[in-house]
């Protein structure tokens, strides 16, 4: 027996029964060899983690618009947060914490430059609906790498329902799907603050009566109240009570933050440089990197165009434009 087979067997021992176990996976669209030492799951958690798209979250805007401070977050470091909130909680629960990583690693590798903003460019100026979670999928099954990562369908499947409006089919896309609203809910309160957005005390009291009064007991009580109500159970389960004061705490961020706060005050100029972008290669398919062209004659221009820009970090999309629209000083 294989170490992989080992672990495989481990697995039956120890996770849940309503654990997803990697002997089970559905498997890849393209079959490959097993590994003789990692479970699907933890090789696709490796293959997320060292691709680009992963690397390139760095420079990707998670509220604010490249922030200049080194303490506010970044796409990849929500991603982060994610991946440790959605571990604690499936090894709490006896998931399949490998696959839960990979989900969470792999979630938001289709956010475009400037985060829902740029989304909502993307909206109006391609011809097709885009969504951020459809095109993680469409990352990690095509672009990454020219030809897609081959990933397992448990993980695909986990990435494109970590959305509302999806329904994941394992318990782990469950935990990243609920880890996500955690981690942002909280550390976009964090950063609010620090951006002086916000101020801790206009926080409604009714929530952090209930939640806590730092940002590390109410991501602890939220965590831990998932634990509560869904261990040894077939689902993810919240009380009422915790539930009712984190929605009531997410819709306080839509409207002072997400909505027309001061944080967004950049936003119409972000969404200029990608109408523009967008415009721009759609009249000059060639001066674009060899695979999109040749994708271009494959999906359709608008399609390579919008998975051209959509990939672009914030800095590149802006150094991008100034080096296309500004003119430059001579010297
Ligand atoms: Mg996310």
């Excluded at 559905?26 to 691709?51: A, F, N, V």
Aim: some cysteine; aromatic content about 10%.
């Amino acid at each position: 027996m294989n170490i992989r087979e080992e672990k495989q067997k481990r697995e039956q021992v120890i996770l849940s029964p309503y654990a997803q176990l990697s002997a089970h996976s559905k498997g890849r669209e393209r079959p490959e060899e097993e590994c003789l030492i990692r479970t699907c799951y933890e090789r696709d958690r490796d293959r997320i983690l060292h691709s680009k798209s992963f690397r390139r979250l760095k420079h990707k805007t998670q509220v604010f618009i490249a922030p200049e401070g080194d303490h506010y977050r970044t796409r990849l470091t929500h991603t982060l947060e994610v991946a440790q909130i959605a571990r604690t909680i499936a090894t709490s629960l006896c998931l399949n914490e490998s696959l839960t990583e990979a989900i969470a690693l792999g979630h938001d590798l289709g956010h475009t430059p400037f985060g829902h903003t740029g989304e909502e460019v993307f909206n109006e100026i391609c011809p097709f609906p885009f969504e951020h979670n459809l095109q993680s999928l469409r990352v990690v099954r095509e672009l990454e790498n020219g030809t897609g990562l081959n990933l397992t369908y448990e993980v695909q499947d986990g990435i494109v329902s970590h959305c509302s409006g999806y329904t994941p089919d394992t318990l782990e896309g469950y935990a990243v799907y609920v880890s996500d609203k955690i981690a942002y809910i909280n550390h976009d309160i964090d950063d609010a603050v620090r951006g002086g957005v916000l101020r801790y005390e206009d926080l409604p009291q009714d929530c952090i009566d209930i939640l806590g009064d730092t940002h590390s007991k109410r991501i602890h009580t939220m965590i831990v109240d998932i634990i509560e109500n869904s261990y040894a159970k077939n689902g993810i389960f919240k009380s009422l009570a915790i539930s009712e004061a984190t929605q009531k705490l997410r819709r306080f961020l839509f409207d002072n933050v997400y909505v027309g706060s001061a944080a967004k005050a950049e936003e119409t100029k972000a969404k200029d440089i990608l109408r523009r972008l967008f415009e721009y290669f759609i009249q000059n398919k060639d001066k674009m990197p060899d695979e999109f062209i040749f994708r271009a004659e494959k999906d359709g221009l608008e399609r390579s165009v919008c998975d051209y820009i959509a990939g672009m970090t914030d800095n590149f999309a802006v150094s991008l434009y100034k080096n296309l629209f500004i003119p430059k000083s001579w010297n």
